[in-house]
């Protein structure tokens, strides 16, 4: 049964995003994420709220955690059996349970994260989603997806129109002119220490703070 708007977010809803949990948990990953953080960052300085769209189960705001102890962490995750394991770690009333296309903007964070979920909306919802970062964020905004300078999309697991790759980052900062990049990076998949899955990431701030 359709519950989404779109064909992607009933994708990661049901069991694809079920068993996406179990690929993705493990010391090394959050090894990795916590080196990544560290050089996406850096330039930002001290962080002390954070909403991440597409947590999963957390294991980028629990990186985040390690490096910022005080961090006020907040999530909107669609598949229900990974935000029940998130809410277990940031705390239910963290938690948004739904499309990121719904999600809330009254409660307004330091920097809004976007990691490697991009890649995966309905690219005709991606204005919207941009929207949701700027609105959701008072400084910084972090995506971190694939790269390409124009959009295509790939099989992703022998699924179609599941995985898009474009210039997000160059997108939205057409949209928002107030929005300036602070910094940027890549890194690899095959890293002998810290690999990610080719992300490039783009650290952007809102030029009036």
Known sequence: MNLFQTAQENFWAGEFGN?????????????SNLNFFVTALKQAGK??????????????????KLLYP?????????????SLELAKFIGNQNVFR????????????EISIIKGVLIHINPDMLPLVYEKLYENSTKYIL??????PSPVAINYRGHTDRLFKR??????LEKFKDCCLVDYGFVYRKDPVFPQDDITWFLIKKASN
């Open 167 to 172: 210039d997000f980052a160059g997108e939205f």
């Open 19 to 31: 068993d996406y949990i179990q690929r993705n948990q493990s010391e090394q990953l959050l090894a």
């Open 143 to 148: 995506i971190a997806e694939y790269y390409n």
């Open 98 to 109: 739904g499309s990121i296309f719904e999600a809330p903007c009254e409660e307004k964070v």
């Open 47 to 64: 962080i002390n709220s954070c909403k991440e769209f597409g947590a999963n189960i957390g294991m980028n705001l629990r990186a985040l």
């Open 70 to 82: 005080d961090l006020l962490m907040k999530g909107i995750e669609i598949n229900e059996k990974a």
